[in-house]
């Protein structure tokens, strides 16, 4: 039995992880609906980055799940203190901990494929184009190390749960989380850091700036929650026997980590339920539908110029937004992914920019129609 003394050593982390497993899945939900209710308002098509968050949901959905069994097997309790044979608690623990990794390999990447999608899709520049290839890679890179390592970790795979077994299990657990967390975290930095350069040389009031910066940067709670994690990490006593002690701060942070990180790709998309909780109103949410139904009747005073659809050349630089009810800066990126047939109004958007230069670009995934006031 585990419980080999008469006062067992005293602590309760329970509580935390029941918290952190029950409240951040909800945030987590709340967030993805939002987000398409959102895509809804503005009659705005599925897209990529769409498909990879609700792939991201439906992962973390199951790494809560399996942090429910991790609680249940007595992760967050002394080891000593749970009335359980200790072969039992360890068989437990480790099938879930294997399953959790897996669990969080595939919540979290494509969360960060979900971030470079959206990129993909709302700037138009082709600078941008590459580094988002590249950090596309090594997410699917790391993926894939982190999944092979899981599979790999004994041999046979079941000798890391069930301790029956003579196995070789030669990966060090401490080095190979403090190792993929750092790179897990390079990575979203580096991800969160791509846009700035492109929102710094936006021609619009400081304010206005700031507010895109700000929608961009949510992500970083998702690199709050990695650090603490790499810190968990150092710390981690893998030698020591009372795993549900030692484990249990780590399955609580990882529990929050890949919740944030899809309710961080889902706020960039939630400016259109902003608007309609703020203003009360979606009429500058819905401003290029009821502009393009009355275009027949303005004949006369515009004229129209079409751009027909080039997925590398059609794009309009966002820039000049007019602060006091011209088209904010999310209408703008979302008339850029609305479904076929849409005509969108882009009166305050700039001229073509020149090829290279930074800024952020309104590609044209449909033939959108210009206006061009006398």
């Avoid at 039995?1 to 918290?19: E, F, I, R, Y």
């Avoid at 749970?82 to 901990?97: A, K």
Wanted: hydrophobic share 50%.
């Amino acid at each position: 039995m585990a419980l080999v003394s008469s006062n067992p050593p005293t602590g309760d982390l329970q509580p935390n992880l029941h918290a952190a497993v029950i409240v951040t899945p909800i945030i987590a939900i709340i967030a993805v609906g939002l987000r398409f209710l959102a895509r809804r308002l503005v009659h705005a098509s599925m897209w990529l980055d769409d498909w990879l968050t609700l792939v991201a949901l439906a992962m973390t959905i199951g790494f809560d799940v399996n942090i429910f069994f991790v609680i249940k097997s007595g992760t967050g309790l002394h080891l000593e203190a749970i009335n359980r044979p200790t072969i039992l608690i360890y068989h437990d623990f480790f099938l879930c901990l294997w399953i959790g990794e897996l669990f969080y390999t595939f919540a979290l990447a494509p969360a960060k494929l979900a971030f470079l999608a959206f990129y993909w899709r709302i700037f138009g520049v082709s600078s941008i184009r590459m580094p988002v290839k590249i950090l596309a890679t090594a997410v699917t890179l790391w993926s894939f190390i982190r999944i092979v390592v899981t599979l790999c970790h004994c041999t046979p795979v079941e000798a890391y749960w069930d301790k029956t077994i003579q196995g070789n299990c030669p990966i060090n657990d401490q080095k190979y989380f403090v190792g993929s967390v750092i790179a897990h975290l390079f990575m979203d930095l580096t991800i969160l850091a791509l846009p700035v350069p492109y929102i710094k040389s936006l021609n619009i009031s400081f304010y206005q700036k700031f507010c895109v910066f700000a929608m961009f940067l949510f992500g970083g709670f998702i690199c709050f929650a990695t650090i603490i994690q790499i810190i968990i990490c150092f710390k981690l006593n893998v030698t020591s026997p009372d795993v549900t002690w030692n484990f249990a701060l780590m399955a609580l942070w990882a529990t929050v980590e890949v919740n944030l990180a899809v309710t961080a790709v889902c706020l960039p998309s939630l400016r259109p339920i902003y608007r309609l909780v703020v203003d009360g109103s979606l009429k500058s949410t819905q401003r290029s539908a009821i502009h393009s139904a009355s275009w027949n009747d303005r004949s006369n005073h515009q004229t129209r110029n079409t751009l027909k659809k080039d997925f590398s050349d059609s794009t309009q630089q966002l820039a000049g937004l007019d602060a006091d009810g011209g088209r904010s800066f999310t209408e703008g990126l979302e008339a850029s992914s609305r479904g076929s047939g849409t005509i969108c109004e882009m009166d305050n958007l700039s001229p073509l920019a020149p090829e290279g230069k930074h800024g952020i670009m309104v590609k044209s995934e449909v033939d959108v129609q210009l206006s061009a006031r006398n």
